[in-house]
């Protein structure tokens, strides 16, 4: 099997069915200041007292969600709105930010990344578990493996 660069998978949802491509999408509210986009694949959080979303960085509390590489996936500073992926259950790739261990929650990192969840863990401050890199804990004898600072890894939301 060829193995699949960070590029290759970054934002994509991890099946190809109207869980992840439909009833998983939400369309966003953000501000349109300089710097405001979110790159596909970043993690991005929705502020309770504003409804507006921003890139997650570590620290980062609330409802969360991850921008898809569907529909261009991509969106400019101006623009006032983007698709992410907030439904529960939903399966996305996103970039790893360290070691994180099979089964671990996942929380989000400078740049919108996924590093492993420590200290107390709660849904609003780490929302995602690691199900593996492309391919793995899909099948009997391929289970997840460890990630390492840069790999792209299968997020599941919860």
């Given at each position: 099997?060829?193995?699949?660069?960070?590029?290759?998978?970054?934002?994509?949802?991890?099946?190809?069915?109207?869980?992840?491509?439909?009833?998983?999408?939400?369309?966003?509210?953000?501000?349109?200041?300089?710097?405001?986009?979110?790159?596909?694949?970043?993690?991005?959080f929705?502020t309770?007292?504003?409804?507006?979303a921003?890139?997650?960085?570590?620290?980062?509390?609330?409802?969360?969600?991850?921008?898809?590489?569907?529909?261009?996936?991509?969106?400019?500073d101006?623009?006032?709105q983007?698709?992410?992926v907030?439904?529960?259950?939903?399966?996305?790739?996103?970039?790893?930010?360290?070691?994180?261990?099979?089964?671990?929650?996942?929380?989000?990192?400078?740049?919108?990344?996924?590093?492993q969840?420590?200290?107390?863990?709660?849904d609003?401050?780490?929302?995602?578990?690691?199900?593996?890199?492309?391919?793995?804990?899909?099948?009997?004898?391929?289970?997840?493996?460890?990630?390492?600072?840069?790999?792209?890894?299968?997020?599941?939301?919860?």
């Open positions: 099997m060829t193995a699949l660069t960070l590029a290759n998978l970054l934002g994509k949802p991890a099946y190809g069915n109207d869980f992840d491509l439909d009833g998983a999408l939400e369309s966003c509210k953000k501000a349109t200041g300089a710097s405001s986009a979110i790159g596909v694949g970043r993690i991005f929705i309770d007292s504003t409804g507006i921003a890139i997650a960085t570590s620290g980062s509390t609330g409802r969360m969600g991850v921008v898809p590489a569907i529909f261009g996936g991509k969106h400019t101006s623009d006032a983007f698709f992410g907030t439904r529960a259950g939903a399966e996305i790739y996103i970039e790893s930010s360290g070691v994180i261990k099979q089964g671990a929650r996942v929380a989000p990192d400078t740049g919108g990344k996924g590093k969840a420590t200290g107390t863990i709660t609003d401050n780490a929302p995602f578990v690691y199900m593996g890199h492309y391919g793995e804990g899909t099948g009997t004898g391929n289970p997840p493996t460890d990630a390492a600072n840069g790999d792209p890894i299968r997020v599941r939301l919860v």
